[in-house]
């Protein structure tokens, strides 16, 4: 039965390797560490029982409910070596997405510029705290709503539906440097210009418009 012997050792060295190399992987993350202590242990054990039922009762069902179970513990102790990187690869893009997430909202929250973002619709989705100031209004009161119905003057609602959808088909638009006044939770009329840019997702379709604003209401009338 030296074979047998010789194949338990086999398997109990690869199944050593792979865990060296999932512990070095995770960083001996404790939860991490238990599972494949676990699996092999659960490896060893059916293998020696393997061995010792060949050499003294050659039970052929229980060596192959033995067999079966050192099959699954080596299985699954395979799979998370297969899968380990993957992912770790996704926890660490979700964590860089997180970092990245807020450091952008805390630019557009820090910023004295108005940022404002709108659906093909015109409906907003999303605002900083400039863009709810100058309006009047918190962010919540605002996702969601129309931007031409509540923030524009009614003879320019036609107009300026018109240049939102001109900015939607492409990166050319000659409005997408544009001014045009507002009117504010208590009916105050500001002049904003704009800087427009296309927003897309992970496709590179085309999902609305963000737009950086300033409020040249002041300087116009200096200027005048």
Known sequence: MLYILLLNLAVLGIALAI?????????????????????????????????????????????????????????????????????????????????????????????NIIFVALDKQGNITMANNKCCEVLGYQEKELLGKSWFELFIDENEKENLR????????????????YENEIITCNGEKRLIAWNNAILRDTENKITGILSSGEDITEKRKAAQ
Not at 162 to 171: G, P, S, W, Y
Request: net charge positive.
């Open 19 to 111: 865990s060296i190399k999932l512990l070095i992987l995770t960083k001996s993350k404790i939860i991490w560490s238990i599972v494949i202590a676990v699996l092999v242990f659960m490896i060893y054990m059916r293998s020696i029982a393997t061995v010792d039922v060949i050499n003294n009762s050659p039970d052929v069902i229980y060596i192959e409910s033995l067999v079966i179970g050192l099959s699954v513990s080596f299985f699954v102790l395979l799979m998370l070596l297969l899968f380990t990187p993957l992912f770790l690869r996704i926890k660490k893009t979700e964590k860089q997405f997180i970092i990245e997430k807020s450091m952008s909202d805390i630019y557009l929250n820090t910023a």
């Open 162 to 177: 018109k240049i939102h959808l001109e900015n939607l088909k492409n990166d050319t638009s000659p409005y997408l440097y």
